[in-house]
């Protein structure tokens, strides 16, 4: 099956720190990889993807790069900023027959102070 | 921009209730979904839906959850007797083609309280 696994949080930064939150996937077929973010009392939104192996998702200064050799998305930014503090999930899709659902991790609160 | 709406915000219900929730997708949007977020745990995939009818189901999805688009623009949620363990954020998402690359857009999510 599919099946998303990233790391435990809450992650605490003070602001202009260098964040990683790891990712790691198992997939049966292709997946196509997702990063979204859940700011506090919203839903969820895209903040960036990867469809093959070697492409880099890119938005709002943080980048994932899809490792098929290693089976993971890690989420990168050099210089967060205290808007960053959020839940980031990971998550996979794989098509099936022309349509696809996400699986995501279990979420990474990131929590950044001034 | 184009947003995925739901209503109620809130939902405050005994077990054993129904409830439905309801949401409305992205006008041109052709594939409809619900998920679900337990407090503190991930976000679980409850069903698909396309062209009328359910394309694929998680084992949550069990015979006291039934989805419907009851006319051109809403897409609802039904738990016919809720449970305690019902208790979740429950989300709606909609996307343009099935594929992986067609990003699904969220809804910001219906809190539901069982109590």
């Known amino acids: 099956g599919n099946s998303v696994t990233q790391m435990e949080g809450p992650v605490t930064l003070s602001e202009e720190a260098f964040l990683t939150i790891n990712c790691t996937y198992t997939a049966t077929g292709y997946p196509s990889l997702f990063w979204y973010v859940q700011y506090p009392g919203e839903g969820l939104q895209l903040l960036l993807k990867?469809?093959?192996?070697?492409d880099k998702g890119s938005n709002k200064g943080f980048e994932a790069t899809y490792r098929k050799e290693t089976t993971s998305f890690h989420l990168e930014k050099g210089s967060v900023q205290v808007s960053d503090s959020a839940v980031y999930f990971c998550a996979l899709s794989v098509q099936n027959s022309g349509y696809s659902t996400l699986t995501f991790g279990k979420g990474t609160m990131l929590l950044v102070s001034p | 921009e184009p947003e995925v709406t739901q209503t109620p915000s809130h939902q405050v219900t005994q077990m054993g209730q129904e409830v439905i929730l309801r949401c409305v997708p992205i006008s041109n949007h052709l594939y409809f979904y619900w998920y679900r977020q337990i407090l503190g745990q991930k976000v679980e995939f409850l069903v698909s839906?396309?062209?009328?009818?359910?394309?694929?189901k998680s084992e949550i999805f069990d015979d006291q959850f039934s989805v419907e688009r009851p006319d051109g623009s809403n897409f609802t949620l039904k738990i016919r007797s809720t449970k305690l363990e019902d208790s979740a954020m429950y989300f709606c998402?909609?996307?343009?083609?099935?594929?992986?690359?067609?990003?699904?857009?969220f809804g910001p999510g219906t809190r539901l309280t069982v109590t």
């Open positions: 990867a469809t093959k192996a070697d």
């Open positions: 839906f396309y062209n009328n009818e359910i394309s694929e």
């Open positions: 998402a909609s996307s343009e083609e099935g594929s992986p690359n067609y990003e699904q857009y």
